[in-house]
Nanobody, 123 residues
Framework: QVQLVESGGGSVKPGGSLRLSCVASESTYGDYCMGWFRQAPGKEPEGLAVIDMDGKINYADSVKDRFTISRDNDKPTLYLQMENLKSEDSDMYYC??????????????????WGLGTQVTVS
């Protein structure tokens, strides 16, 4: 079982940037497909980006020109660089892990392990 801890959230003005980090507890972190989600109260989690064990990346259309996902398997840490932030990006952001993502990566039910989240506020 892997434990995930996010950090890097905060308050920023529209057009600003933030870098989220997600530290994993396991040395086998490189065996997991990793993703970033965000969730507003009362709504389903929205899949933002995923990076699999081979480094293949997918983005949601809403963020693909502004957000960049990356991973460092040696640390082991997952990152989400967010640029040109908008007010509608305000949400709780979560990282998640699973053994296999596939084409359904944006479905939160595909992911087994979740962090507690970090709040992003753009205003």
């Amino acid at each position: 079982q892997v434990q995930l801890v996010e950090s890097g959230g905060g308050s920023v003005k529209p057009g600003g940037s933030l870098r989220l980090s997600c530290v994993a507890s396991e040395s086998t972190y490189g065996d997991y497909c990793m993703g970033w989600f965000r969730q507003a109260p009362g709504k389903e989690p929205e899949g933002l980006a995923v990076i699999d064990m081979d480094g293949k990346i997918n983005y949601a259309d809403s963020v693909k020109d502004r957000f960049t996902i990356s991973r460092d398997n040696d640390k082991p840490t997952l990152y989400l660089q967010m640029e040109n932030l908008k007010s509608e990006d305000s949400d709780m952001y979560y990282c998640a892990a699973t053994y296999a993502c596939g084409s359904s990566w944006s479905n939160s039910r595909v992911f087994t392990y979740w962090g507690l989240g970090t709040q992003v506020t753009v205003s």
